[in-house]
């Protein structure tokens, strides 16, 4: 049997206490960790969130743009359209002016030979 040695008792007992709060230590430290990583994790989903958000922001600014794009188009093809109608609406009143004064020289014409 071995002799039960009170200071070398003492010694692993101290040795044991130290080694323990060093655990302890060690373990808060990994909580605190932990509980860092965690709140790392939880900031990381909101920016992902928000950056997500902001994506999807600009790409309905980007089909806005598009579409008013397609818009500024088909009103430039109306405008010209409607532009062409209103020179042909113009022609057309020119012709008829025309055509009205020469009717109206024919009558003058007409009604100065029917005097004589």
Do not use: C, H, P, W
């Amino acid at each position: 049997m071995t002799e039960f040695n009170e200071a070398e008792y003492f010694r692993r007992k101290k040795d044991l206490e130290e080694e323990e709060d060093t655990l302890r230590s060690d373990i808060s430290r990994l909580r605190r960790n932990i509980d860092s990583q965690k709140e790392m994790a939880s900031q990381n989903r909101t920016l992902q969130k928000e950056l997500y958000e902001a994506s999807l922001g600009s790409r309905i600014q980007n089909k806005i743009y598009e579409i008013g794009e397609v818009i500024k188009q088909n009103d430039n093809k109306t405008l010209t359209k409607l532009d062409q109608k209103l020179n042909d609406k113009l022609k057309d009143l020119k012709k008829n002016n025309e055509l009205q004064e020469e009717n109206r020289k024919n009558y003058l014409e007409v009604k100065k030979e029917g005097n004589e």
